[in-house]
Each structure stands twice: as C-alpha cells, then as structure tokens.
C-alpha cells in the first residue's frame, strides 16, 4: 500500500498563500509557466484554488511570466 503524499502547505502549516513568494509559486507551474494540477504537485484543494489565484494576481503585477518563450 503507497502512502499518500501530503500537501505541501498543509505541511508546512501555511494558511495563506502569498503572491510575493515567487520562488513557491514557480515551483508549482511548468517549464511553460502553466498552473501545474493537484495530482503533480499534491496540494489539497483548499491550498490548490488559493494557489491559483496567487499565480494570477502576481503574473498581473509582473512577478512571474504569463508565457516562457
């Protein structure tokens, strides 16, 4: 039997995601700058819908790329 991975917030007891911390947000989106799923990155969906609209809010102010060329 496969032990579930826990998520990476829950963990590290993060209640809130902040839009600042870039480096936590690119490690949850692709070599393309993409959301990555729940499934890759094992993230509850609590902390996976906070995730999301952190990534928007910073790619609106510049801090992480909307595209990768």
Do not use: W
Request: with cysteine; proline share 1%; aromatic share 6%.
């Amino acid at each position: 039997m496969e032990k579930q991975k826990q998520c990476f917030f829950c963990t590290a007891n993060i209640q809130t995601i902040d839009y600042k911390d870039t480096e936590t947000l690119k490690k949850h989106m692709s070599p393309q700058a993409r959301i990555l799923g729940r499934k890759r990155t094992n993230t509850c969906a609590k902390h996976q819908r906070q995730l999301a609209r952190a990534i928007k809010h910073a790619r609106q102010l510049g801090l992480v790329a909307f595209t990768i060329r």
